[in-house]
T-cell receptor, first 108, second 114 residues
Framework: GQSLEQPSEVTAVEGAIVQINCTYQ??????LSWYQQHDGGAPTFLSY????GLEETGRFSSFLSRSDSYGYLLLQELQMKDSASYFC?????????FGAGTTVTVRA | ETGVTQTPRHLVMGMTNKKSLKCEQH?????MYWYKQSAKKPLELMFV???????ENNSVPSRFSPECPNSSHLFLHLHTLQPEDSALYLC?????????????FGEGSRLTVL
């Protein structure tokens, strides 16, 4: 089976930087994804890392270390609209298994 | 219509009722999924269909019955549910069973079982 660990909550102020860590245990690992979900909304895809290293997409970056079974999502220049839940997910063969999510609250 | 559409958005049913959730994707994808989302818990994968064939049944109780008549439509038939089945049910689709780790989700059907 798969297991993923990520912090349950993070609070930060506008303009700050937040890092959400994700550690995982799985067999047949293909890659690590990140999703954002606002209250009442659908999860939306942010990034996917299949290889070690950092992927940057605008204010958001994602990192993967396969040898450490570890990844993180970095949110820079936080904005109020970034208040949401963030999920890491491991791709194992043909399916994605998700973590419990990290609720990020951005304060003015 | 674009993306993944789910109906109904909200559903309240008694334990003896029979109802169905519907999902339609307009993205030309070959794989479709049902996930269950309960508060403060990971999204739980329920079923996976790839090219209309069920490839995953994640030990889901038989009171949940999926149907995939074609690669664009997915149903979840519900009968004799329990109050603990109350949750948000999310449908998703992807090209080739999650290639690139990207799923496209619908906004979900919020189910309340009385």
């Amino acid at each position: 089976g798969q297991s993923l660990e990520q912090p349950s909550e993070v609070t930060a102020v506008e303009g700050a930087i937040v890092q959400i860590n994700c550690t995982y245990q799985t067999s047949g690992f293909y890659g690590l994804s990140w999703y954002q979900q606002h209250d009442g909304g659908a999860p939306t895809f942010l990034s996917y890392n299949a290889l070690d290293g950092l992927e940057e997409t605008g204010r958001f970056s994602s990192f993967l270390s396969r040898s450490d079974s570890y990844g993180y999502l970095l949110l820079q220049e936080l904005q109020m609209k970034d208040s949401a839940s963030y999920f890491c997910a491991v791709r194992n063969d043909y399916k994605l298994s998700f973590g419990a999510g990290t609720t990020v609250t951005v304060r003015a | 219509e674009t993306g993944v559409t789910q109906t109904p958005r909200h559903l309240v049913m008694g334990m003896t009722n029979k109802k169905s959730l519907k999902c339609e994707q307009h993205l030309g994808h070959n794989a479709m999924y049902w996930y269950k989302q309960s508060a403060k818990k990971p999204l739980e994968l329920m079923f996976v269909y790839n090219f209309k064939e069920q490839t995953e049944n994640n030990s889901v109780p038989s009171r949940f019955s999926p149907e995939c008549p074609n690669s664009s439509h997915l149903f979840l038939h519900l009968h004799t549910l329990q109050p603990e089945d109350s949750a948000l049910y999310l449908c998703a689709s992807s090209s080739e069973s999650g290639a690139g780790g990207e799923l496209f989700f619908g906004e979900g059907s919020r189910l309340t079982v009385l």
